[in-house]
């Protein structure tokens, strides 16, 4: 298999791993996170460095994930994004063996499709996105890159969203709006 660092140790690292695991194509060589925290472990793996040892880190391993959450802003998942890609390691897209995701549907590098999720076709789904645990992405849906569509979320047919996007848990949009960029949309909301 091949060995992947996860970026970011706290919450949505932990729901990461659990992704990664199952879908087999992966092993875990280590976590980034803030040097506080190094020789700690996150549900059994090691804490080996944090961002000012990326640059060494890129020439022994490959393959990186941003597993940093994102709620307030996109800010530093886009920072981190810009370094890793400086920095040439290549950023998967990561997609759980229990979503549904159409064969028609693209998603980009640096993504991941949590459980349960289910992407319908003719979508497009951009760069370092969390699609989180069971999610509705209906047909026709457009999502920029850097964006969070939270747990329980249903995005409608032909909904575009923007860039820099947090659409809150078991929020649910009308069908064929337009989300500008960095929007942030709290949980539990009707968006039409």
Request: hydrophobic content about 35%; charged content about 15%.
């Given at each position: 298999?091949?060995?992947?660092?996860?970026i970011?140790?706290?919450?949505h690292?932990?729901?990461?791993?659990?992704v990664i695991?199952?879908?087999?194509e992966y092993?875990?060589?280590g976590?980034?996170?803030?040097?506080?925290?190094?020789?700690?472990?996150?549900?059994?793996?090691?804490?080996?460095?944090?961002d000012?040892n990326?640059?060494?880190?890129?020439?022994?391993?490959?393959y990186?994930?941003?597993?940093?959450?994102?709620i307030q802003?996109?800010?530093?998942?886009?920072?981190?994004?810009?370094?890793?890609?400086?920095?040439?390691f290549?950023?998967?897209?990561?997609?759980?063996?229990t979503?549904?995701?159409?064969?028609?549907?693209s998603?980009q590098?640096?993504s991941?499709?949590?459980?349960?999720?289910?992407?319908?076709?003719a979508?497009?789904?951009?760069?370092?996105?969390?699609?989180?645990?069971?999610?509705?992405?209906?047909?026709d849906?457009?999502?920029?890159n850097?964006?969070h569509?939270?747990?329980?979320?249903?995005?409608?047919?032909?909904?575009?969203?923007?860039?820099e996007?947090?659409?809150?848990?078991?929020?649910?949009?009308?069908?064929?709006?337009?989300?500008?960029?960095?929007?942030?949309?709290?949980?539990?909301?009707?968006?039409?």
């Amino acid at each position: 298999m091949k060995e992947i660092i996860l970026i970011g140790g706290g919450g949505h690292c932990k729901s990461c791993i659990d992704v990664i695991e199952q879908e087999g194509e992966y092993t875990i060589s280590g976590i980034i996170d803030t040097k506080e925290v190094i020789g700690s472990k996150v549900m059994g793996y090691p804490v080996i460095g944090c961002d000012e040892n990326l640059p060494s880190l890129s020439k022994k391993y490959q393959y990186a994930l941003i597993t940093l959450g994102q709620i307030q802003t996109a800010e530093k998942r886009i920072k981190l994004f810009n370094l890793l890609n400086g920095l040439e390691f290549t950023l998967p897209t990561i997609i759980s063996p229990t979503a549904y995701v159409s064969q028609h549907s693209s998603i980009q590098k640096g993504s991941i499709v949590m459980n349960h999720v289910f992407i319908n076709a003719a979508c497009h789904i951009g760069e370092n996105c969390i699609i989180n645990t069971a999610a509705i992405i209906e047909h026709d849906v457009t999502i920029g890159n850097h964006c969070h569509i939270s747990t329980g979320a249903v995005v409608n047919g032909g909904v575009k969203i923007g860039n820099e996007v947090f659409y809150g848990s078991n929020t649910t949009s009308k069908e064929g709006i337009q989300i500008p960029n960095k929007t942030f949309i709290k949980a539990g909301n009707l968006v039409k």
